[in-house]
């Protein structure tokens, strides 16, 4: 739980894109989605880029940012849309909001209100419904530091701001769900490396210029929780690959010594501690103590519940003295074997010489 700032700021002067340039360098629209053409045509890349008249109606320096079409078509970028939309629609569901497109549903900051006070389980002191644009970046700005306030102690690069997310910048509100998914440690797995090909139009001396940048959205999961500390894992992945079974062969023993006594027994380190429910009973085993059948799902049959069962084990794991686990519950259970060996070898290198 947190308590966010309440506090509103002053509007900020709100740009009016129906604002005629001064006389001296007054053009037609149709002029301007020329120049506006124009100006994507002849950049390097390859793919041609729609621009619509309200993407040239620029003041002077002032840039606009749009995904290239090419980008918006990967399959690994629609994944990601998708997982997010979906997340987004789950933790609201209580709300009986739907998202559908994220740039139209949540520019105005009234999903994002509902979604950070579900997630932070806190209320925000701002108006439920507003439909001037001024309210509407008010409501946006008291949003965003609440969130700001949130992240910023853990180190997180914030890539986005007021006008970004009212300016219906995908890339922008991307990074901000990602960034809450992220630190919420929602139950969900977002696809790894994706990228997109952004295309920036800036207005200089009353032309248009263009160039295209490549805006990295995710990298891995470790990356993106924070955990940049390599460890011997990630060397055993990365460069001995060929020792890899041999450690998953002493884990396997390690863990058999000890389920055998309750006539189990591991095979696949991937898949059989997934649900967590080898993990609950091998704390207990390790810990010389019977773990109540009503604390955890002997027989989980969803998501939700195999995370649950992972992330009590983790609690047992707490209570027995070792360090949290630097995977999370929703990587076990998401067959992720880096996750799983590293959290079988805490209990290795502690429980090695128990009996």
């Known amino acids: 739980m947190f308590s966010a700032s309440s506090a509103k700021c002053d509007p900020r002067t709100v740009w009016d894109v129906a604002r005629a340039p001064p006389a001296a360098t007054l053009v037609t629209m149709s002029d301007l989605q020329e120049e506006g053409k124009n100006a994507i045509n002849s950049s390097l890349s390859p793919a041609s880029v729609d621009i619509h008249p309200e993407d040239t109606l620029l003041e002077e320096n002032e840039e606009r940012t749009m995904i290239d079409p090419t980008s918006k078509e990967d399959p690994k970028f629609k994944e990601l849309v998708k997982v ?3 997340w987004v629609n789950d933790v609201l569901v209580e709300e009986r909001i739907i998202v559908k497109q994220l740039e139209e549903d949540l520019y105005d900051g009234q999903v994002l209100q509902k979604l950070l006070e579900k997630l932070g389980d806190c209320k925000l002191n701002v108006a439920e419904v507003t439909q001037s644009e001024i309210g509407q970046k008010q409501k946006l700005q008291t949003v965003l530091e609440a969130v700001h306030e949130l992240l910023r102690p853990h180190g997180w690069v914030l890539r986005w701001n007021v006008d970004a997310i009212h300016g ?8 901000l769900l990602i960034s809450l998914a992220m630190h919420f440690r929602a139950p969900i797995r977002l696809p790894e490396h994706v990228s997109v090909q952004v295309v920036v139009v800036r207005k200089r001396e ?20 924070g955990r940049f500390e390599r460890d011997a894992f990630d060397t055993l992945f990365d460069h001995a690959p060929d020792k890899l079974s041999v450690v998953k062969k002493s884990l396997i023993t390690f863990a058999n010594k000890h389920l055998n006594k309750l006539n189990l027994e591991v095979t696949e380190l991937e898949s059989q501690f997934a649900d967590g429910v080898y993990l609950v009973l091998l704390m207990g085993l390790l810990e010389n103590y019977f773990v109540p059948l009503h604390n955890f799902y002997l027989t989980p049959d969803s998501f939700d519940q195999k995370v649950h069962n992972v992330a009590f084990a983790f609690e047992l794991m707490l209570d027995g003295g070792l360090k949290k686990p630097k995977a999370r519950p929703e990587d076990v259970v998401n067959l992720d074997l880096k996750s799983t060996l590293r959290v079988l070898y805490n209990l290795f290198t502690k429980y090695k010489n128990v009996e």
Do not use: P, Q, Y
Not at 168 to 175: G, R, T
């Open 84 to 86: 997010l939309i979906d």
């Open 206 to 225: 009353g032309l248009l210029h263009s160039n295209h940048i490549t805006e990295e959205l995710t990298t891995t999961s470790e990356m993106m929780m």
């Open 168 to 175: 219906k910048n995908l890339v922008a509100i991307l990074h």
